[in-house]
């Protein structure tokens, strides 16, 4: 089951003047830098209300973020959605046809289990489905 939407990723290249950006200008709450090593990516994430928006920059070219990047310039590259269980929705998911980039959980920022599900399954928009680490 799908409980809320959990962050918004931004892809940007330049993480140090995206993060000034987003705590200096904005004035969101900066949680911190960590990398994903699975995803080859740096997570800056920050915090407003119950929601995080997630600074993603490649650690290298020949990465999923790195080639979008390249592709298409800075912006949003994918929203997630917290799940209760996401062994059961991606089961479910498939079950329904979806197109789905990870049929198996992977490992995301704060040690979450994350997959993602393929754009053309949803209007365009890459979307992530995050199970949140219950330590
Ligand atoms: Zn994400």
Redesign the pocket.
């Known amino acids: 089951m799908i409980k809320k939407l959990?962050?918004i990723?931004i892809a940007v290249s330049n993480m140090d003047e995206e993060i000034k950006r987003y705590r200096d200008v904005l004035g969101l709450e900066y949680c911190g830098t960590e990398e994903v090593l699975g995803q080859k990516v740096m997570?800056a994430i920050f915090r407003i209300g119950d929601v995080n928006i997630?600074l993603?920059a490649p650690t290298e070219a020949d990465s999923p973020v790195g080639k979008f990047l390249e592709k298409r310039g800075s912006g949003i590259h994918?929203i997630?959605y917290e799940v209760d269980d996401l062994e059961a929705q991606l089961k479910d998911f498939q079950e329904k046809g979806l197109n789905l980039i990870h049929k198996e959980p992977q490992e995301?920022?704060e040690n979450a289990k994350?997959a993602f599900v393929h754009p053309k399954s949803f209007s365009g928009v890459l979307v992530?489905l995050?199970e949140k680490c219950q330590k």
């Open positions: 959990d962050h990723a997570v997630e993603t994918h997630a995301g920022a994350i992530e995050k």
